[in-house]
T-cell receptor
């Protein structure tokens, strides 16, 4: 399984961009990078995913390095409602599971 | 709103009992997965069903079993409940078993074993 490494916690000022890094140095060529977030006591919320190219949707942008060994999730204008645990996940195609790590606890400060 | 609904939202069971949790997947999704999330930890994969067959399983004992029905809804059954089974149980659905598709989660069922 490709493992991911994320900082345990990060702070961000409201209205500023939040940049959440993730290392996945053992990712294989056909594995996607997924980002989910989980607000306390709720189910994980899908944010974005990508394979090689950078991706953007209404929630966030995903920047994947050319060697695919790391990625960054960007929330362009963080709000207090973005306070959550953010999980970077590499899709395990063999078992078809999402393997969650410990995630990054993002605290958006007013 | 993901379209994945789970029931019940909360329940309390006694050690040794059996429990059944239910999940309705998003319309058009034929794959359902179940995850267990203990307090303070990330979700752990239990198993996945595709077209009514189990096609992937995590490191969980056989007393964790499941079903998927022709309408793609699913059940998670846990026999001989143990105190450590207390957790949030999450159902996730997707439209295919291949990598690259989007997987949506429900809000979960909180199980407390006493």
């Amino acid at each position: 399984d490709a493992k991911t490494t994320q900082p345990t916690s990060m702070d961000c000022a409201e209205g500023r961009a939040a940049n959440l890094p993730c290392n996945h140095s053992t990712i294989s060529g056909n594995e996607y990078v997924y980002w989910y977030r989980q607000i306390h006591s709720q189910g994980p919320q899908y944010i974005i995913h990508g394979l090689k190219n950078n991706e953007t949707n209404e929630m966030a942008s995903l920047i994947i390095t050319e060697d695919r060994k790391s990625s960054t999730l960007i929330l362009p204008h963080a709000t207090l409602r973005d306070t959550a645990v953010y999980y970077c996940i590499v899709r395990d195609t063999g078992r078809r599971a999402l393997t969650f790590g410990s995630g990054t606890r993002l605290q958006v400060q007013p | 709103e993901t379209g994945v609904t789970q029931s019940p939202t909360h329940l309390i069971k006694t050690r040794g009992q059996q429990v059944t949790l239910r999940c309705s997947s998003q319309s058009g999704h034929n794959t359902v997965s179940w995850y267990q999330q203990a307090l303070g930890q990330g979700p752990q994969f239990i198993f996945q069903y595709y077209r009514e067959e189990e096609n992937g399983r995590g490191n969980f004992p056989p007393r964790f079993s499941g079903l998927q029905f022709p309408n793609y809804s699913s059940e998670l059954n846990v026999n001989a409940l143990e105190l450590d089974d207390s957790a949030l149980y999450l159902c996730a659905s997707s439209s295919s078993v291949i990598s690259g598709n989007t997987i949506y989660f429900g809000e979960g069922s909180w199980l407390t074993v006493v």
